[in-house]
């Protein structure tokens, strides 16, 4: 390369190495230049009553095309777990003698209040903006002084020149006074603060502030100079929204109220049960077999005395109900023989025998048991395990029936599910709009606590409807003589003078009852031991079991069957839940 070659090249080679070298910093400098930068920003305040400070700010700002600016205020801080000071920003106008912006908006973005005044068009050069704001928040009471603090110059995203604030008040003595100059909540001085002569206003200045620094002024007063106050706001954290205040604690105590009156209506409701079952205990007591004849209590059947004890048409009422029609001659039970099928299985065989005097729950569940599930024709027999899934849909239509016949009979004014179902409902309802309640109160307010109480009052209600059905006088009367009927069944004892067929006949009737009761192993055993004293005794006219069979066998029979029964139901998912 020739000497004039080397010579011409170097300018442009030092231009490349300046242009790699050049810093993240000035290429940001660069940026700022080109939207603009504010060359003074020059405030006044003036304090006023109440320690309201009225603001004049006097912007002078150049502009690189762009149609607006941002300013923004520190109006935000912690003050505490539970609280956070604020400060208002207020009556914010702006006007410009040279043709500057003067469309104003407002925003808050976290801890700031966004100031932007935009024009209407892209702007280069200087323009001076003179904005008017008044300030509330800014004075503290310390004792025999109070102090202003207040970020008076700052939160520019572009560099400022020069900052100037001048901070006084009619008649108002300075008595101390300091600046700091950076980030938010710096400890660093400013570049100059001094009083006037007359020490009536505070003078603060500050050069080449970068973009985000503030200028903070401190003027101190004696006490009651401008009588202004802080301003405070209730943090939004979990533990503010769930605090004890008068409101929530008011809540609290009309839930409590409201559970105490809740279980005084069930008192009233329920309570009536008890003092009838007091009342009618005696009745109850009285032997069950007149004459001869067995007569359960009150002509109840176990079906519906399972309903009107525990107000549930469940898997055991069910259970008791088909032994029942198998006692009544309505079908007949043969266990199969294990040795011969592999396993333990039932047929049921449908008799020949008129259903004028049964029950319409009854009826229903006879047809269910025998109904086909491809057709719907009736069968003469079925096996147990054979009870398939359309099984459920009958078994629904059952358990209804079994609902409307303790109403029928007087002894609910109204369904029992259905009032359970209407308070549950109820219940999860309110707990639900509780739970929707308790977040939008958490996140905007500090009675969360209020939301919450609705929760506890709508579970408390959903768990309390399963108890709201009532007996009326006539099903609590029943309910007594049912048990005094229960407690003759659990002594195991017999009437003095039957025995043999009649014995068995006799133990055989109580038998669906004992299903209810709970007392099946007890009852089938006295049916095993009396078949074992009576003379060819191999089998009851109702239950039939397999070669070698007798009723020394019919208690461990009776309980693997009721067990198996209620599994079937079970499994037609209709019962599950029960």
Known sequence: MSGRSRRAAAPLLAALLLLGTATPAAGEEARHRASGRVLSDDVTLTIGPNGVARAKETIVYEFAGARSFERSFLTRERDSDTRDRVYKVENVRASSPDGGPTQVGTATDGDRTVLKVAAAAPLRGRRTVLLEYDVRGTVTPMGMREELRWAAVGGWK????????TVGGPAMVVRNINCFAGPPRSAIGCTQFFTNHTHTQGMFSQQNMQPGEHLTVVVGYPSGTTRGVPL?????????????????????????????????????LRGRDARAVGRHAAEGDRPAVEGAEFAPPDGVR????????????????????????????YLLIEEEDRAVTGRTDWTLRRLDRPADDLLPYERLLLDALFENGTDGAQRATIKLSELDGAFATRLAKVRSAMYDDVVEQGWFARRPDTVRSRWTTAGIVLAVLGVAGTVGLAVFTDLAL??????????????GGQYMPAKTARGATVLAHTIGFQHHLAQGEAPEGIEGPQR?????RYLPYAVVFDLVGK???????????????????????????????????MRTFTLATSGAISRTRQFRSL
């Open 302 to 329: 176990p079906g519906q005395i399972g309903t009107l004890i525990d107000e549930q048409a469940d898997v055991i009422d069910v259970t008791a109900t088909i032994v029942d029609l198998a006692v009544r001659a």
């Open 504 to 508: 068995i006949a006799l133990f055989s």
């Open 450 to 463: 209020v939301g919450l109480a609705v929760i506890v009052g709508g579970a408390a209600l959903a768990v």
């Open 158 to 165: 572009v560099p400022v020149d020069s900052a100037k604030a």
């Open 232 to 268: 405070y706001e209730q943090r939004r954290t979990l533990a503010t929204a769930f605090s004890v205040n008068a409101i929530t604690m008011g809540s609290l105590l009309a839930l409590l109220a409201l559970l105490l009156g809740g279980f005084g209506l069930l008192y009233l």
């Open 523 to 557: 009852w089938a055993a006295t049916v095993e031991d009396t078949g074992e004293q009576a003379e060819g005794a191999d089998n009851l006219y109702w239950y039939e079991g397999p070669a070698e069979w007798d009723l020394s066998k019919f208690a461990e029979s």
